[in-house]
T-cell receptor
Framework: GQQVMQIPQYQHVQEGEDFTTYCNSSTTLSNIQWYKQRPGGHPVFLIQLVKSGEVKKQKRLTFQFGEAKKNSSLHITATQTTDVGTYFCAGPNAGGTSYGKLTFGQGTILTVHP | EAGVVQSPRYKIIEKKQPVAFWCNPISGHNTLYWYLQNLGQGPELLIRYENEEAVDDSQLPKDRFSAERLKGVDSTLKIQPAELGDSAVYLC???????????????FGPGTRLTVL
């Protein structure tokens, strides 16, 4: 079945440093979504990427979708303590009986030290 | 706009006991999802409803888990009997449409943290 892997599993940074998490799918994705989950909270949607090679920015966050639509990345510039949390990528299955199912990666846990 | 509502927020039961979780999605959202999230893992889909129809329940352990979405609005997820390994957070999410091609964002509820002793 489809697998969505994220690296690294954990990342500790000093406030002001940059942070990047990578997402890789075993299958081609029609689109990819990113979610953030604060400690003790629930996943909150950040963005969706659809086009091959697409790059989107949200303030200090930059999201990229690979040319082959099998990988994606999230880069945060100059991290702040409010960036703390777990970042998940999620991609839908394409075709088959589970068409439409969203598969989440295991997440990257970001800790920001002030 | 009110978000996805779930209850209870926490539940502690002994193994072999039944338990039920309730979810009220965002008004107008016809797609509803139940996920299971273990510590340090991403959410795993248990069942997806479009209106009152369960369109994907392939990951639902049907020997002990059941779900329903009467009238295509509220939903309940039941476990009977609960096992120690069922301890996890059960998340409900909803989205306005699921075309199967371009997904809309999913709005998650706060979850129910289940502890089975």
């Amino acid at each position: 079945g489809q697998q969505v892997m994220q690296i690294p599993q954990y990342q500790h940074v000093q406030e002001g440093e940059d942070f990047t998490t990578y997402c890789n799918s075993s299958t081609t994705l029609s689109n990819i979504q990113w979610y953030k989950q604060r400690p003790g909270g629930h996943p909150v949607f950040l963005i969706q990427l659809v086009k091959s090679g697409e790059v989107k920015k949200q303030k200090r966050l930059t999201f990229q979708f690979g040319e082959a639509k099998k990988n994606s990345s999230l880069h945060i510039t100059a991290t702040q303590t409010t960036d703390v949390g777990t970042y998940f990528c999620a991609g839908p299955n394409a075709g088959g009986t589970s068409y439409g199912k969203l598969t989440f990666g295991q997440g990257t846990i970001l800790t920001v030290h002030p | 706009e009110a978000g996805v509502v779930q209850s209870p927020r926490y539940k502690i039961i002994e193994k072999k006991q039944p338990v039920a979780f309730w979810c009220n999605p965002i008004s107008g959202h016809n797609t509803l999802y139940w996920y299971l999230q273990n510590l340090g893992q991403g959410p795993e889909l248990l069942i997806r409803y479009e209106n009152e129809e369960a369109v994907d329940d392939s990951q639902l352990p049907k020997d002990r888990f059941s779900a329903e979405r009467l009238k295509g609005v509220d939903s309940t997820l039941k476990i009977q009997p609960a096992e120690l390994g069922d301890s996890a957070v059960y998340l409900c999410a909803s989205s306005p449409i699921n075309s199967g091609v371009g997904f809309n964002e999913q709005f998650f509820g706060p979850g129910t943290r289940l502890t089975v002793l």
